[in-house]
Nanobody, 117 residues
Framework: QVQLVESGGGLVQAGGSLRLSCAAS????????MGWFRQAPGKEREFVAI????????GYADSVKGRFTISRDNVKNTVLLQMINLKPEDTAVYYC??????????WGQGTQVTVAS
């Protein structure tokens, strides 16, 4: 199976920056995409960013476009989310996601990002 471990969450002031990381371990030979979702209290989980493992193509939610950057380390099977100019509305639990093809879809436990106003 595949395990995902997120790190890098914390408390920052509005306008600050934070970098999240997600390391995949186990049967990771068939990674198609990795990405990030987030969920604020009382709200549904929403898409944030995605990266296609083979070619590095990326996609972003409109709400974070221009502020967040997703990147990958193929050797380490790690995805990063660089977050700048953070806003209070970015406050949420951020979840790492991995599409491992025939091995299925996996989720991390989540890491809390809190942006103070």
């Amino acid at each position: 199976q595949v395990q995902l471990v997120e790190s890098g969450g914390g408390l920052v002031q509005a306008g600050g920056s934070l970098r999240l990381s997600c390391a995949a371990s186990g049967r990771t030979f068939s990674t198609y995409t990795m990405g990030w979702f987030r969920q604020a209290p009382g709200k549904e989980r929403e898409f944030v960013a995605i990266i296609y493992w083979r070619n590095g193509s990326t996609g972003y939610a409109d709400s974070v476009k221009g502020r967040f950057t997703i990147s990958r380390d193929n050797v380490k099977n790690t995805v990063l989310l660089q977050m700048i100019n953070l806003k209070p509305e970015d406050t949420a639990v951020y979840y790492c996601n991995a599409n491992m093809g025939t091995l299925g879809m996996y989720w991390g436990q989540g890491t809390q990002v809190t942006v103070a106003s």
